[in-house]
Nanobody, 124 residues
Framework: VQLQASGGGLARVGESLRVSCAASPSTSHYYGFGWFRQAPGKEREWISFIRSGDSVTYYADSAKGRFTISRDNAKNTVYLQVDSLKPEDTAVYYC??????????????????WGQGTQVTVSS
């Protein structure tokens, strides 16, 4: 089982960016997926969670309105779209998979597997 994050890069303030997380062999292996990010000098921060079976989603309060998590089971991929990018969105973005039901979807303790991270840099 492997998670591969991609899609990061350099973007300008106000633009949108979508990062992807490919699950191998499939997204159905996981109960749900989370996205986290870690900015330089800061702790890893939870952004969002999506449940595999019914696509129920949860967002951190700070992420509501600009972040959208989604999944495409046919492509075994989970996405995180970030709109109206800000310089403070600069961070390494990580996807994570929870293999069983968890209340801790907002904490790294709720996840079993992690992708390698993808860098997002927002310039003004």
């Amino acid at each position: 089982v492997q998670l591969q994050a991609s899609g990061g890069g350099l973007a300008r303030v106000g633009e949108s960016l979508r990062v992807s997380c490919a699950a191998s062999p499939s997204t159905s292996h996981y109960y749900g997926f989370g996205w986290f990010r870690q900015a330089p000098g800061k702790e890893r921060e939870w952004i969002s969670f999506i449940r595999s079976g019914d696509s129920v989603t949860y967002y951190a309060d700070s992420a509501k309105g600009r972040f959208t998590i989604s999944r495409d089971n046919a492509k075994n991929t989970v996405y995180l779209q970030v709109d109206s990018l800000k310089p403070e969105d600069t961070a390494v973005y990580y996807c994570a998979g929870a293999s069983k039901p968890t209340y801790w979807y907002h904490d790294h303790e709720g996840y079993d597997d992690w992708g390698q991270g993808t860098q997002v840099t927002v310039s003004s």
